[in-house]
């Protein structure tokens, strides 16, 4: 069975993180071993959509290839069956996958700020304002949230940092930070050259949108969404794709932008050994 569409740019991604795709006849294992902590770096995709439903299978299958997790994930290719997911105190949820054709603009930056690529000094910041934002920096990559205060969160966000890291010298992304007059990190945003997906020669996936509190409804996202989609077009880039919760701030700025909905992914999670 091929990937869902929904889930092939995620899959792109980890790839080129260093993540470890293993394919089976009607499901993959997607495990980041860097990262045990990265909920969604590790976990069961199922491809099968007539197998879709059998959640006691998969339960069990994630728990047999990843029996130290704290955590429970699964990845599936429809919409699962609520009752199903009751009965094995599951917690069923989706995204919206958006498209665009061409990379969005942007308004102009405000004043007393600048936007540029991280520094190897600003990846701190970029911890820490995702811990004052309450661990919610990047919904769609299930961050286990909200752990202000946990250590394991933190040990989950600077091992990801190190991954980005990674990707930006490797060539495969770029992640911008915009600065306040008194140049902190107010926003940050990322986005990953994935190649060939969903029909797209080049897909460019953004990553990681987030601003701190005290510098919302400054137009800062929209900006940075324009600027890496701007780097990204310099680099082949012919489709831009990004993700968020339905109905959602994000999900109507990212409408008003251009993107187009393009399907759901959807995805179950609980705590491990659910039956």
């Known amino acids: 069975m091929g990937i869902p569409r929904a889930w092939a ?6 790839r080129l993180g260093g993540s470890v795709i293993e394919p089976h ?3 993959v294992i997607v495990a980041s071993p860097q990262n045990p ?10 491809t099968d959509a007539g197998a879709g439903h059998d959640l006691a299978r998969w339960v069990a299958c994630f728990d047999e290839h990843f029996p130290e997790a704290d955590h429970l994930a699964i990845g599936l290719p429809l919409e699962p069956d609520r009752q199903r997911c009751a009965e094995h105190r599951l917690v069923a949820e989706a995204e919206v996958v958006l498209v665009a054709a061409e990379a969005p603009a942007g308004p102009a930056l405000p004043d007393g700020y600048l936007v540029r690529g ?3 000094e600003d990846w701190a910041a970029v911890v820490d304002l995702d811990l ?3 661990g919610t920096a990047s919904p769609e990559l299930g961050e286990p949230g909200p752990g202000r205060s946990d250590p394991a969160h933190r040990l989950f966000l600077q091992r990801r940092t190190e991954t980005r890291r990674r990707l930006v010298a490797g060539g495969h992304a770029t992640f911008l930070g915009a600065f306040a007059p008194d140049r902190s990190l107010a926003a940050v ?3 990953v050259l994935c190649g060939p997906v969903g029909g797209a020669r080049q897909l ?3 990553q990681h949108v987030v601003t701190a509190a005290e510098h919302r409804r400054r137009g800062l996202a929209s900006h940075l969404l324009a600027a890496a989609g701007r780097w990204a077009a310099e680099r082949g880039a012919d489709a831009w794709e990004i993700h968020a919760d339905p109905g959602t701030a994000a999900h109507r700025l990212y409408d008003r932008l251009g993107f187009g909905e393009s ?3 959807w995805e179950v999670s609980g705590a491990p050994g659910s039956s």
């Open 9 to 14: 740019s995620d899959l792109a991604v980890l």
């Open 25 to 27: 006849a009607d499901h």
């Open 37 to 46: 902590g990265f909920h969604w770096g590790n976990f069961v995709l199922v």
């Open 118 to 120: 991280l520094r190897e």
């Open 132 to 134: 004052r934002e309450d």
């Open 189 to 191: 945003l990322g986005i």
């Open 204 to 206: 460019a996936r953004y």
């Open 263 to 265: 399907c759901l992914l």
